[in-house]
Structure formats: C-alpha cells, structure tokens
C-alpha cells in the first residue's frame, strides 16, 4: 500500500482593493483549505486595532472623493490615497506574513 502524503495548506491571497457598496476593501478567494467566502473583514486575518481604523479610514477616503464617472475630486487627494494605500499593503503584509501574501489593486488610481 502506498503512504499518503499530506500537502501543506495553500498560501492565502489576500486581495485589497476598495469597491462600492463595501465597508472594508478586503477580498479573499476560498480555497479547499481555506473556506471563508469572499469578502472579509479585519476580524478574520485577526488584524490590529491600528491597522483596521486606517484601511477603514482609506476606505472612507475613497468612497467621498471619487466618482467612477467623474474620477477624482482632486490630484492632492488622489495622490494622498495613493500614499496611505501603499503604507497600507506593506502594513497589511506584516501583519498576515505567517499565513497569506496580499495583492495590493488599487484600480481608482488610473481613473
């Protein structure tokens, strides 16, 4: 009889992006391994306090000063988001490292 051989969990993505209609721009594919839907919260990946008062804060950022028709209300406030999204993911990617990769998408930024 042949030994069955266990494979390791698959990596997490943790996908972050804002979206309309969303409070938190966290997104996650379930796997076989992992199976928690799609959209998620800080609560599932156990993030800080910290960290979740300021991807709410960006989120909230995005949601008053840009227009999917009309774009940005300004470049300072595009650019500021851009900033602080950047600082996000990188925080983002500490805090899950033991257990997920993030994929940082910040699609408003072309428009």
Not at 20 to 25: K, L
Not at 36 to 46: F, L, R, V
Request: glycine share 4%; hydrophobic share 40%; charged share 25%.
């Amino acid at each position: 009889m042949r030994e069955m051989t266990h494979l390791p969990p698959a990596r997490r993505v943790i996908r972050l992006f804002p979206d309309y209609g969303r409070d938190w721009p966290l997104w996650e594919d379930s796997t076989s391994t992992w199976d928690i839907g799609y959209t998620t919260d800080p609560e599932t990946y156990s993030l800080s306090a910290g960290l979740s008062r300021d991807i709410a804060d960006w989120n909230a950022l995005w949601v008053r000063n840009f227009d999917p028709f009309d774009g940005w209300a300004s470049d300072l406030l595009r650019t500021k988001w851009e900033a602080v999204g950047l600082d996000i993911a990188a925080r983002l990617r500490n805090e899950v490292a033991a257990f997920a990769d993030v994929s940082y998408e910040p699609w408003p930024l072309q428009m």
